[in-house]
T-cell receptor, first 113, second 112 residues
Framework: DAGITQSPRHKVTETGTPVTLRCHQT?????MYWYRQDPGHGLRLIHY???????DKGEVSDGYSVSRSKTEDFLLTLESATSSQTSVYFC????????????FGPGTRLLVL | QQQVKQSPQSLIVQKGGIPIINCAYE??????FPWYQQFPGKGPALLIA?????SEKKEGRFTISFNKSAKQFSLHIMDSQPGDSATYFC???????????FGRGTSLIVHP
């Protein structure tokens, strides 16, 4: 599972507050991803990183930002949480460009009231 | 634009049945087709994968059938068990790309 951990695992917050989710991997994988999972929508890519300080937007990036200052850590920030961002967030990693299997973390369940 | 279409969205079978989940893709450049299995409260994990140079791949009770001309692939679960109850995602990617395209998932329930 590439030793991927996510924190926190559960969070309840209020509309308008900033929230940061953390993903940590121990396998020195180059690529990291943030997805959100919602019923009927499957996994949707929010942002991804292809190296330290190298990130790009996915299909549902509005309202989210990311940072990757170290290979092992990839942070997802909800700048001002909204109820539509209530979801389960998954981090994933991929070893390198020749790899094909993504490894997923256990997920963070976020509730925005 | 959904590049990988997965069906059905949900599926209920009895123990011993053979659930079949289908996926169709549009991009002919895709050359790797994995299936991920996700149990409640867990992240997805790779179950089985296939490349377009073969038409079928089996791993235990799980089989992928691949039809390159129709741009379709499917997952069959032989002798399904209640422990197979999970959400299944198909995906597709192409060599050199590190961003797979996922289907929307199928929730499978296997009744005892």
């Amino acid at each position: 599972d590439a030793g991927i951990t996510q924190s926190p695992r559960h969070k309840v917050t209020e509309t308008g507050t900033p929230v940061t989710l953390r993903c940590h991997q121990t396998e020195n994988h180059r690529y990291m991803y943030w997805y959100r999972q919602d019923p009927g929508h499957g996994l949707r890519l929010i942002h991804y990183s292809y190296g330290v300080k190298d990130t790009d937007k996915g299909e549902v990036s509005d309202g989210y930002s990311v940072s990757r200052s170290k290979t092992e850590d990839f942070l997802l920030t909800l700048e001002s949480a909204t109820s539509s961002q209530t979801s389960v967030y998954f981090c994933a990693s991929l070893r390198d460009s020749k790899s094909e299997t993504q490894y997923f973390g256990p997920g963070t369940r976020l509730l925005v009231l | 634009q959904q590049q990988v279409k997965q069906s059905p969205q949900s599926l209920i079978v009895q123990k011993g049945g053979i659930p079949i989940i289908n996926c169709a893709y549009e991009n002919t450049a895709f050359d790797y087709f994995p299936w991920y299995q996700q149990f409640p409260g867990k992240g997805p994990a790779l179950l089985i994968a296939i490349r377009p140079d073969v038409s079928e791949k089996k791993e235990g009770r799980f089989t992928i059938s691949f039809n390159k001309s129709a741009k379709q692939f499917s997952l069959h679960i032989m002798d399904s068990q209640p422990g197979d109850s999970a959400t299944y995602f198909c995906a597709a990617s192409r060599g050199g790309s590190y961003i797979p395209t996922f289907g929307r998932g199928t929730s499978l329930i296997v009744h005892p």
